[in-house]
């Protein structure tokens, strides 16, 4: 008997009695990480990383019946073995092993394989049978080094200092916004939205070391944030707040920017290629370093992927789930600075 199901409502282990990820309510979630489309509220009990713990917390409420366990820790659920692995997509992402008579599979979530200097790095992990993403499942994509990004970025906002427009990053609120704040905050004060600051807050209460930023709030003036980096997630990116800064310069920070057409995507001043997914090269090394003999592709380019891995021949299967959008910003995000 296989150890994992696609379900109706998530991946299901049977022998454990228990779903990795469900998109709707169940028993027990042993959850990969903190985006809304990986963990939904509703279920009876959570289990977790530790850092994940805080992130689930401040979005789904304080009250959440949330376990966790650490990197590396076995437990044992209805006779399968469960334990949680550095994923390298946010802080405490995680990828799920289950092992049950001998047969062990991984379930990854979103991975990135190159050390972000703030995720615990990816880890490998030999198994059976893993399930991956494909967000950027084609050849185009292929990162450059995170320094060579961050250097672009540094010197995009010293330009528009120098033009006297605000620097306004668009990205989100769990994951490139914690990248940012820890590469950029030597450069000069870092302004974010509560979402965001919200977020840090309960990391640096467990224990994540993040550089200070400023909580955007209405007293702070335009002039002020013109001296600064402002952050904010892309809900805002089209709102009347952004309309209302001084000579703004926004610049959307995602994998999507790849693609030199996307840097016109909402007419963003500029795009950087600055993603927390695995690039092509990256999503095969890590599938070839599991030795896994069954993969199953989920959220991405599905197809295309799927048909990659088997030609190279590696037994590949497509699987649909609901999986795909990193985070879901509530209308809460919108209206927080309605009045700023």
């Known amino acids: 008997m296989a150890i994992i199901e696609f379900t ?11 779903y990795i990820d469900p998109w709707q309510p169940v028993d027990l979630a042993v959850t990969t990480h903190g985006h809304a489309d990986h963990v939904k509220w509703g279920n009876k009990a959570y289990l977790c990383h530790d850092l994940t713990k805080p992130i689930l917390k401040q979005r789904l409420g304080i009250d959440l019946p949330v376990e966790t ?88 906002i010293s330009d528009n200092h120098d033009q006297q427009k605000t620097s306004v990053l668009i990205a989100y609120s769990l994951g490139k916004a914690q990248r940012l704040i820890k590469n950029l905050s030597a ?31 209405p007293e702070i003036k335009k002039e002020t944030l013109q001296q600064g980096i402002v952050i904010v997630p892309p809900a805002l990116a089209d709102g009347k707040w952004m309309k209302s800064l001084q000579s703004a310069a926004t610049g959307i920070c995602s994998g999507w920017m790849q693609v030199r057409a996307g840097r016109r995507w909402r007419s963003a001043d500029a795009g950087f290629a600055l993603s927390d997914h695995a690039d092509w090269p990256g999503l095969l090394q890590a599938i070839h370093d599991t030795g896994a003999e069954k993969v199953y592709v989920t959220h991405g380019f599905v197809s295309p992927f799927t048909k990659y891995l088997n030609e190279i021949g590696i ?19 919108v209206t927080n600075l309605k009045e700023a």
């Open 8 to 18: 109706s409502k998530g991946i299901y282990c049977p022998q454990g009695r228990f």
């Open 69 to 156: 366990l650490p990197y590396g820790k076995p437990i044992v659920i209805n006779g399968v073995k469960v334990s949680l692995h550095p994923a390298g997509h946010v802080i405490g992402s995680a990828q799920i092993r289950l092992e049950y008579k001998g047969e062990i599979c991984v379930i990854s979530g979103d991975y990135k394989v190159e050390y972000d200097g703030i995720s615990t790095a990816f880890e490998p992990v030999r198994c059976h049978s893993f399930v991956s993403e494909s967000t950027f499942g084609l050849p185009i994509y292929k990162w450059q080094p995170q320094q060579e990004i961050f250097k672009e970025i540094s010197n995009w």
């Open 187 to 217: 450069q000069c004060p870092i302004y974010v939205h509560s979402s965001i600051a919200n977020l840090n807050e309960g990391l640096i209460k467990a224990g994540v070391d993040l550089p200070q930023t400023i909580r955007i709030t």
């Open 315 to 333: 037994t590949a299967s497509e699987m649909q789930t609901r999986y795909g959008e990193e985070e879901e910003e509530t209308a809460e995000t």
